[in-house]
């Protein structure tokens, strides 16, 4: 049996830990792990400790082939069988034995000193008074863990016991002020638009990146005409009223335009989607009206009385031509009613004379009195989407006829003119 085996065996005898055995023998418990496990061996101090402290023979922990009794209480001596040996053989006997033992335990000191030395002052000693220190520090930063070496040291002997690497946690970032990129700039007939960039300032990382875009730029007049989209240029003197909601009704103001150009936008934002009533009544100086697309209303009487006006464009958002639109304008030469007009009021245009035809879309169901009194001095042409289901009615909304228009001709102009110029016309 090895040294090591007969440590356990001991220790394991006696209940003990190895931190049990070693505080008994005055050692460290890595000497003790080390020696139990065969990487060392105790030295001649500390094998005589371990002797007297299980009670063996010096020779029973050395020889491995030792196959006497371990204890030193139990070593017998084999006697002859004849006649006892004399006192004085006996005595002789026993000190060859200790010489012998002497002589071994010298020699596996000695290894142990050539194998051991390096090692030796460490397993036997106990370290008390432990402090701890950082080294090796390594500050983190935005894009890499920091880290430090944590030191135990013995306060009294000064040698390092335990070292352990730990690792800092990454820092933020430093945010920079943000900065524009891929800048496109805005026309008058689009939008402009960047990229609005956020980066570290530290390790210059893209952190944010947001797209936004740029309202369209001013038009460029130049003989009121824009040089970039051919945009008339807006009439100025114009009356702008606020809705309150971002939209705004238009009048003529002080303007004294003869083509007048109503634009999307009034001078403060406001979407433009209404003409007054009344609005260019009476103006005799106006020959064309621009109106915008944004407009879905015109008033009463807007453009009544404007006797030279020639030309003008309903848009398409309209859905009621009220009562005295047109009426006086004589000079007016072509109109075109958008499909999705429903109503044509009364007078709406009467005295047009200048009107050479005219086309109700299928879209009408009702026009009122009067609607084309005098138009084109009853010569021109009117022509209907549907020229079926036509009723009549006067002022009290009481029935009065039917008229069918199945001919499909476009002569029907008479009965709105001159035969029933004083009723109201429904779809049936």
Same mark, same amino acid.
């Given at each position: 049996?090895?040294?090591?085996?007969?440590?356990?065996?001991?220790?394991?005898?006696?209940?003990?830990?190895?931190?049990?055995?070693?505080?008994?023998?005055?050692?460290?418990?890595?000497?003790?792990?080390?020696?139990?496990?065969?990487?060392?061996?105790?030295?001649?101090?500390?094998?005589?400790?371990?002797?007297?402290?299980?009670?063996?023979?010096?020779?029973?922990?050395?020889?491995?082939?030792?196959?006497?009794?371990?204890?030193?209480?139990?070593?017998?001596?084999?006697?002859?069988?004849?006649?006892?040996?004399?006192?004085?053989?006996?005595?002789?006997?026993?000190?060859?034995?200790?010489?012998?033992?002497?002589?071994?335990?010298?020699?596996?000191?000695?290894?142990?000193?050539?194998?051991?030395?390096?090692?030796?002052?460490?397993?036997?000693?106990?370290?008390?008074?432990?402090?701890?220190?950082?080294?090796?520090?390594?500050?983190?930063?935005?894009?890499?863990?920091?880290?430090?070496?944590?030191?135990?040291?013995?306060?009294?002997?000064?040698?390092?016991?335990?070292?352990?690497?730990?690792?800092?946690?990454?820092?933020?970032?430093?945010?920079?002020?943000?900065?524009?990129?891929?800048?496109?700039?805005?026309?008058?007939?689009?939008?402009?638009?960047?990229?609005?960039?956020?980066?570290?300032?530290?390790?210059?990382?893209?952190?944010?990146?947001?797209?936004?875009?740029?309202?369209?730029?001013?038009?460029?007049?130049?003989?009121?005409?824009?040089?970039?989209?051919?945009?008339?240029?807006?009439?100025?003197?114009?009356?702008?009223?606020?809705?309150?909601?971002?939209?705004?009704?238009?009048?003529?103001?002080?303007?004294?335009?003869?083509?007048?150009?109503?634009?999307?936008?009034?001078?403060?934002?406001?979407?433009?989607?209404?003409?007054?009533?009344? /609005? $260019?009544?009476?103006?005799?100086?106006? &020959? !064309? +009206?621009? *109106? %915008?697309?944004? @407009?879905?209303? #015109?008033?009463?009487? =807007?453009?009544?009385?404007?006797?030279?006006?020639?030309?003008?464009?309903?848009?398409?958002?309209?859905?009621?031509?009220?009562?005295?639109?047109?009426?006086?304008?004589?000079?007016?030469?072509?109109?075109?009613?958008?499909?999705?007009?429903?109503?044509?009021?009364?007078? /709406? $245009?009467?005295?047009?004379?200048?009107? &050479? !035809? +005219?086309? *109700? %879309?299928?879209? @009408?169901?009702? #026009?009122?009195?009067? =609607?084309?009194?005098?138009?084109?001095?009853?010569?021109?042409?009117?022509?209907?989407?549907?020229?079926?289901?036509?009723?009549?009615?006067?002022?009290?909304?009481?029935?009065?006829?039917?008229?069918?228009?199945?001919?499909?001709?476009?002569?029907?102009?008479?009965?709105?003119?001159?035969?029933?110029?004083?009723?109201?016309?429904?779809?049936?």
């Amino acid at each position: 049996m090895k040294l090591s085996e007969k440590l356990i065996a001991l220790r394991k005898e006696k209940g003990w830990s190895q931190e049990d055995f070693a505080e008994k023998l005055y050692v460290s418990r890595q000497a003790i792990s080390r020696w139990e496990n065969g990487t060392a061996l105790p030295d001649a101090q500390n094998l005589l400790g371990i002797s007297k402290l299980f009670n063996v023979s010096a020779d029973y922990l050395l020889n491995d082939e030792y196959e006497g009794a371990r204890q030193d209480s139990e070593i017998e001596t084999i006697e002859p069988q004849t006649a006892p040996p004399a006192p004085k053989k006996k005595h002789l006997y026993w000190c060859w034995i200790l010489a012998g033992c002497l002589f071994l335990s010298f020699i596996c000191i000695g290894i142990l000193l050539v194998m051991n030395a390096g090692d030796r002052s460490k397993a036997s000693v106990v370290h008390h008074a432990l402090y701890t220190i950082v080294e090796n520090e390594s500050a983190p930063t935005c894009t890499a863990e920091g880290s430090y070496d944590e030191v135990v040291y013995c306060k009294d002997c000064g040698e390092e016991v335990l070292r352990t690497t730990k690792s800092v946690a990454k820092l933020s970032h430093t945010l920079s002020s943000s900065m524009k990129m891929n800048e496109i700039a805005a026309t008058c007939t689009t939008e402009g638009s960047y990229d609005e960039i956020v980066c570290c300032t530290v390790c210059k990382e893209e952190l944010l990146r947001t797209h936004r875009s740029t309202a369209m730029g001013a038009h460029q007049f130049q003989n009121r005409q824009c040089i970039v989209c051919g945009q008339a240029q807006p009439s100025e003197g114009l009356l702008f009223m606020s809705g309150g909601d971002g939209t705004c009704s238009v009048g003529v103001g002080d303007s004294r335009d003869e083509d007048i150009v109503i634009p999307e936008y009034s001078p403060d934002g406001d979407k433009v989607t209404q003409i007054n009533a009344n /609005a $260019f009544a009476g103006r005799n100086q106006v &020959k !064309s +009206i621009q *109106i %915008p697309e944004t @407009v879905t209303i #015109i008033g009463e009487g =807007a453009f009544q009385d404007c006797s030279n006006l020639e030309t003008v464009n309903l848009p398409k958002g309209i859905t009621n031509i009220y009562s005295y639109t047109f009426d006086g304008c004589k000079s007016l030469k072509e109109i075109t009613i958008p499909t999705g007009v429903l109503y044509i009021g009364e007078k /709406a $245009f009467a005295d047009c004379m200048g009107l &050479k !035809s +005219i086309a *109700i %879309p299928a879209s @009408v169901g009702k #026009i009122g009195m009067f =609607a084309f009194e005098n138009f084109s001095d009853g010569k021109g042409t009117i022509t209907l989407g549907i020229y079926k289901g036509w009723e009549v009615y006067d002022s009290s909304d009481k029935f009065v006829a039917e008229v069918d228009f199945s001919s499909g001709t476009a002569t029907e102009f008479e009965y709105f003119t001159n035969r029933f110029p004083e009723y109201v016309w429904k779809r049936s």
